[in-house]
């Protein structure tokens, strides 16, 4: 079945980094578009980053770009995520998707991260 399951999560001091990585199986990765959201406490959730199927293309919110950096290893079915400088406002669960045709065809479970001193 598809599974989508992201790890790397956890406290994180202020200013500090953190890898995400999502394992994906049982769809081809390849062909997806592959998307970082994240769902901060009390707030909707929001798209913080998307590569393209062969990782040529990226975009990111804009108030991330410069401090995140998306990458994906299609040989290992795998999303990245490296999260740098991180401030308390960057608390949130973090989720992988993956997106084919404009539509999200698949979620991870998220991971948490609490940026926290």
């Known amino acids: 079945q598809v599974q989508l399951v992201e790890s790397g999560g956890g406290v994180v001091p202020p200013g500090g980094s953190r890898r995400l990585s999502c394992a994906a199986s049982?769809?081809?990765?390849?062909?997806?578009?592959m998307n970082w959201y994240r769902q901060a406490p009390g707030k909707e959730r929001e798209l913080v980053a998307a590569i393209n199927s062969d990782g040529g293309s990226t975009n990111y919110a804009g108030s991330l770009k410069g401090r995140f950096t998306i990458s994906r290893d299609n040989a290992k079915n795998t999303l990245y995520v490296q999260m740098n400088s991180l401030p308390l406002e960057d608390t949130a669960v973090y989720y992988c998707?993956?997106?084919?045709?404009?539509?999200?065809?698949?979620w991870g479970q998220g991971t948490q991260v609490p940026v926290s001193s």
């Open positions: 998707a993956a997106r084919r045709l404009l539509q999200i065809k698949y």
């Open positions: 049982g769809f081809t990765f390849s062909s997806y578009t």
